[in-house]
Protein backbone atom coordinates (compact mmCIF):
# COMPACT_ATOMS: atom_id res chain seq x y z
CA UNK A 1 0.00 0.00 0.00
CA UNK A 2 1.46 3.29 -0.72
CA UNK A 3 1.32 6.18 1.79
CA UNK A 4 2.62 9.95 2.14
CA UNK A 5 4.49 11.37 4.85
CA UNK A 6 3.77 15.35 4.39
CA UNK A 7 6.18 16.90 6.78
CA UNK A 8 5.08 19.94 8.32
CA UNK A 9 8.37 21.78 9.80
CA UNK A 10 8.26 25.25 12.31
CA UNK A 11 9.91 28.32 10.44
CA UNK A 12 12.48 28.11 13.08
CA UNK A 13 13.48 24.76 11.68
CA UNK A 14 13.09 25.68 8.52
CA UNK A 15 15.70 28.00 9.01
CA UNK A 16 18.26 25.50 9.57
CA UNK A 17 18.81 24.70 6.15
CA UNK A 18 20.41 27.82 5.28
CA UNK A 19 21.96 28.59 8.62
CA UNK A 20 26.04 28.20 8.36
CA UNK A 21 25.83 26.65 11.89
CA UNK A 22 22.92 24.24 12.41
CA UNK A 23 23.03 23.62 8.50
CA UNK A 24 25.16 20.57 8.50
CA UNK A 25 23.37 18.36 11.34
CA UNK A 26 19.83 19.52 10.20
CA UNK A 27 20.93 18.13 6.34
CA UNK A 28 22.87 15.10 8.36
CA UNK A 29 19.77 14.40 9.92
CA UNK A 30 17.38 14.17 6.67
CA UNK A 31 20.07 12.49 4.54
CA UNK A 32 20.29 9.92 7.13
CA UNK A 33 16.61 9.49 7.44
CA UNK A 34 16.21 9.00 3.59
CA UNK A 35 19.12 6.39 2.78
CA UNK A 36 17.54 4.59 5.86
CA UNK A 37 14.16 4.61 4.07
CA UNK A 38 15.74 4.02 0.35
CA UNK A 39 17.80 0.85 1.66
CA UNK A 40 14.51 -0.37 3.26
CA UNK A 41 12.69 -0.53 -0.11
CA UNK A 42 9.84 1.25 0.90
CA UNK A 43 10.70 4.47 -0.98
CA UNK A 44 8.97 5.04 -4.19
CA UNK A 45 9.80 8.85 -3.97
CA UNK A 46 10.06 12.44 -2.32
CA UNK A 47 11.16 15.62 -2.52
CA UNK A 48 12.13 18.60 -0.60
CA UNK A 49 10.49 21.34 -0.91
CA UNK A 50 11.73 25.37 -1.37
CA UNK A 51 10.16 27.65 1.46
CA UNK A 52 6.99 28.99 1.39
CA UNK A 53 7.93 32.62 0.43
CA UNK A 54 9.04 31.48 -2.91
CA UNK A 55 5.54 29.27 -3.42
CA UNK A 56 2.68 31.09 -5.98
CA UNK A 57 -1.05 30.38 -5.26
CA UNK A 58 -3.44 30.07 -8.14
CA UNK A 59 -7.48 30.42 -7.66
CA UNK A 60 -10.03 30.49 -10.33
CA UNK A 61 -13.25 32.22 -9.75
CA UNK A 62 -15.52 32.86 -12.62
CA UNK A 63 -13.31 31.88 -15.34
CA UNK A 64 -10.67 34.46 -13.75
CA UNK A 65 -7.24 33.60 -12.88
CA UNK A 66 -5.90 34.91 -9.33
CA UNK A 67 -2.34 34.53 -9.16
CA UNK A 68 -0.58 35.43 -5.75
CA UNK A 69 2.96 35.56 -4.58
CA UNK A 70 3.46 33.29 -1.84
CA UNK A 71 1.82 30.81 0.61
CA UNK A 72 -1.72 30.77 0.55
CA UNK A 73 -2.21 30.12 4.38
CA UNK A 74 -0.77 31.66 7.56
CA UNK A 75 0.23 28.39 9.21
CA UNK A 76 2.64 27.47 12.15
CA UNK A 77 4.01 24.59 10.12
CA UNK A 78 5.44 24.77 6.79
CA UNK A 79 5.02 21.83 4.13
CA UNK A 80 8.83 20.95 3.74
CA UNK A 81 8.47 17.66 2.11
CA UNK A 82 7.12 14.39 1.41
CA UNK A 83 7.67 10.94 0.59
CA UNK A 84 5.80 8.14 -0.91
CA UNK A 85 6.36 4.97 0.73
CA UNK A 86 5.04 1.27 -0.55
CA UNK A 87 4.76 -1.05 2.99
CA UNK A 88 2.31 -3.17 3.81
CA UNK A 89 -0.05 -1.00 6.02
CA UNK A 90 -0.74 2.30 8.34
CA UNK A 91 1.30 0.42 11.41
CA UNK A 92 4.68 0.60 9.18
CA UNK A 93 4.17 4.24 7.88
CA UNK A 94 3.65 5.54 10.99
CA UNK A 95 6.89 3.66 12.35
CA UNK A 96 8.69 5.53 9.21
CA UNK A 97 6.80 8.96 10.29
CA UNK A 98 7.94 8.62 14.03
CA UNK A 99 11.50 8.79 12.56
CA UNK A 100 11.59 11.64 10.80
CA UNK A 101 13.78 14.50 12.38
CA UNK A 102 11.12 17.39 11.82
CA UNK A 103 8.55 15.03 14.13
CA UNK A 104 9.58 16.59 17.14
CA UNK A 105 9.77 20.30 16.33
CA UNK A 106 6.60 19.94 14.02
CA UNK A 107 4.57 17.02 12.51
CA UNK A 108 4.44 14.21 10.08
CA UNK A 109 0.80 13.87 7.92
CA UNK A 110 0.41 10.09 6.62
CA UNK A 111 -2.22 9.47 4.29
CA UNK A 112 -2.91 6.53 2.23
CA UNK A 113 -2.37 7.17 -1.82
CA UNK A 114 -5.94 7.33 -3.64
CA UNK A 115 -5.80 4.66 -6.56
CA UNK A 116 -7.54 5.69 -9.82
CA UNK A 117 -10.59 4.22 -10.61
CA UNK A 118 -10.87 1.14 -11.88
CA UNK A 119 -11.43 1.58 -16.42
Given at each position: ?49 QPP ?45 ARA ?19
Open positions: MHYMLLFNETAAELGKRTDPARADAYWGGWTAYMQAIAQSGAMVSGNGLEVSTTIRVENGKRHVVDGPFADTKEILGGYIILDVPDLDAALEWAPCVSAGSVEIRPVMLPPAA
